[in-house]
């Protein structure tokens, strides 16, 4: 696809690059509401991907699929269902915000960590949405590197 426009690829993938390199969240909040938009935006590439040495990051197959069930997030830490939660309304838009959802999240995440969390939902909603609409359906082996945070942290 990119090989139409060089030059916005590059772009994409530096944006990309740069939102994961500087991220802060731990892994499983991040994986909780990355997969949750995937799911969203219908994009195969990022609904397959997963990260690196998962089970480091006591990740598995259920903790993807289990994101799109309401009912299954009791399975989730506090703070991930609330990145699951949040990746939702960022994918329906401000509207999806209101002030009790905002007092939980501010309970559980620092203000920098809710800017950190809505650069990398951007990335994922914008970039994602893009695969789908343009039918980008190529299914690989996606390995996301991880950021600077610790397993389990």
Known sequence: M??????MGAAASAFSESIQA???LPIREQEAARIRIAHINGCVPCSDARVEDM????????FY???DDPAKRGGYAPREALAIAFAERFAAGPQAFDDA???D???AFEDAEIMDLAACC?????LGRL???????????????????????
């Open 22 to 24: 500087a991220t802060t």
């Open 2 to 7: 990119w090989s139409l426009r060089p030059a």
């Open 65 to 67: 699929a289990d994101v």
């Open 101 to 103: 959802f905002w007092s």
């Open 105 to 107: 999240l501010r309970t």
């Open 131 to 153: 695969n789908a609409v343009m039918e980008i359906e190529r299914s690989c082996p996606i390995r996301i590197p991880v950021s600077g945070t610790t397993p389990g942290a």
């Open 122 to 126: 951007a990335k994922w909603l914008g």
């Open 55 to 62: 089970t480091a990051h006591g990740l598995d197959e259920a």
